[in-house]
């Protein structure tokens, strides 16, 4: 059964940091990996997708990576600003058209 | 503006009582799924569709039914409520894999259901 793990569940830092948030999932035979935002009580936001034959992406402040041999992928926030306070979920997506989420991990930067 | 729109967005219904969550999607897009928030859980897929007429199971499909009559649209039907289906109900959609380079999710703002 796959599964999709992220660690921490909850980070709290000072505005300014360079921050890594994790994604680790037990079968390497995906087919793209997809980082999302979800604001309090609100839909989830893409923020950026990595295909599998990919190694990172880059948007603004933020850089995804991926490492399927080991089953994992990291999301880099460069300088946090209190608005980037939100839960972070990444979301595996298999060949046969399922995706399977992390629990997600709660961010809290502090002004 | 390309989206996803589910409604209603807010529901309190009675254990029993059919009822039916709508998604739409302006995209063309064949793949649309849905998933159910838990805290704790994260999201777990219900039911996805590959295209008209084609559906298939989740993780958690009991309880639940879908139908794809049009390629838009993609309602989510319970037909007897129960309290532990209380939870956060989002539509997706996407292009299937294998098709395009940039094929990622777009979801709906969230149905947020309780019932009673």
């Known amino acids: 059964k796959q599964e999709v793990t992220q660690i921490p569940a909850a980070l709290s830092v000072p505005e300014g940091e360079n921050l890594v948030l994790n994604c680790s999932f037990t079968d390497s035979a995906i087919y793209n990996l997809q980082w999302f935002r979800q604001d309090p009580g609100k839909g989830l936001t893409s923020l950026l997708l990595i295909q599998s034959s990919q190694r990172e992406q880059t948007s603004g402040r933020l850089n995804a990576s991926l490492d399927k041999s080991s089953g994992r992928s990291t999301l880099y926030i460069a300088a946090s600003q209190p608005g980037d306070s939100a839960t972070y979920l990444c979301?595996?997506?298999?060949?046969?058209?399922?995706?399977?989420f992390g629990s997600g991990t709660k961010l809290n930067v502090k002004p | 503006e390309a989206q996803v729109t589910q409604n209603p967005r807010y529901l309190i219904t009675v254990t029993g009582k059919k009822l039916t969550v709508t998604c739409s999607q302006n995209?063309?897009?064949?793949?649309m799924s849905w998933y159910r928030q838990d805290p704790g859980l994260g999201l777990r897929q219900i039911y996805y569709?590959?295209?008209?007429?084609?559906?298939d199971k989740g993780d958690v499909p009991e309880g639940y039914k879908v139908s794809r009559k049009e390629k838009r649209n993609f309602p989510l039907i319970l037909e007897s409520p129960s309290p532990n289906q209380t939870s956060l109900y989002f539509c997706?959609?996407?292009?299937?894999?294998?098709?395009?380079?940039?094929?990622?999710?777009?979801f709906g703002p969230g149905t947020r259901l309780t019932v009673l």
């Open positions: 569709s590959m295209n008209v007429e084609v559906t």
């Open positions: 979301a595996v997506r298999y060949n046969f058209n399922k995706f399977y």
């Open positions: 995209m063309n897009h064949e793949y």
């Open positions: 997706a959609s996407s292009l299937p894999s294998g098709r395009g380079t940039y094929n990622e999710q777009f």
